[in-house]
């Protein structure tokens, strides 16, 4: 039977609020970044990337034939995907 050690130190209320912060953070992140890769992959729609881009459809369909955003045709449907467009404007 493995016996475990505790040691307790003496530190100010502000470090042990900050030790704790830090380790639900570190917690978080194998949470948070999984679903952020789903979203970013997420397909939206023209309205939706002119809205996100604050430009007109126009612009949207203009960049497209200018290679400068790239979309993804699903039937008569067009897709973008978030992280696409969010690399081509960077």
């Known amino acids: 039977m493995k016996k475990e050690i505790i040691q307790f130190d003496i530190i100010s209320v502000e470090d042990f609020k900050d030790e704790i912060i ?3 953070i570190i917690a978080l992140k194998d949470i948070i970044l999984p679903i952020q ?15 996100m881009l604050s430009v007109s459809l126009v612009t949207l369909c203009d960049w497209e034939k200018k290679n400068i955003i790239q979309s993804y045709r699903i039937g008569n449907l067009v897709r ?3 992280s696409v467009i969010i690399k081509a404007i960077n």
């Open 80 to 82: 973008y995907k978030k």
């Open 37 to 51: 890769e789903i979203n970013e992959d997420k397909l939206l729609t023209r309205k939706e990337i002119a809205k």
């Open 22 to 24: 830090k380790e639900i």
